[in-house]
Nanobody
């Protein structure tokens, strides 16, 4: 499956953005999808994941502000980002992992994911 992330941009603190990760090829519903981000000079950080069965988790740094959802008919996973802060500035990447339906594990390490889309830049000004 090939992934295309979009929706980034330049916003002010407190604003919202919705990122989209659109898949092509493959059977989208087979995949768990995650979002990671990389801020300048930092390691890639787990942001959120949604599994085939709908189970989802967001990272502690964005809990209460970001939500992840999926639309299998549109082969798209969304990352809704509210109350954005300057520290959310980063390149955001989506990744896919082929899993079985009953697998509810959350994979927070980037090494667990081997199918990445290109990133989309999110810049939050103060």
């Amino acid at each position: 499956v090939q992934l295309q992330a979009s929706g980034g941009g330049l916003v002010q603190a407190g604003d919202s953005l919705r990122l989209a990760c659109v898949a092509s090829g493959g059977t989208f519903s087979r995949y768990a999808i995650s979002w990671f981000r990389r801020a300048p000079g930092k390691e890639r950080e787990f942001v959120a994941q949604i599994n085939r069965n709908g189970r989802s988790l967001v990272g502690d740094s964005v809990k209460g502000r970001f939500t992840i959802s999926r639309d299998n008919a549109k082969k798209t996973v969304y990352l809704q980002m509210n109350s954005l802060k300057p520290e959310d500035t980063a390149v955001y990447y989506c990744a896919a992992k082929d899993t079985i339906l009953s697998d509810s594990r959350i994979f927070t390490s980037q090494s667990d994911w081997n199918n990445w889309g290109q990133g989309t830049q999110v810049t939050v000004s103060s």
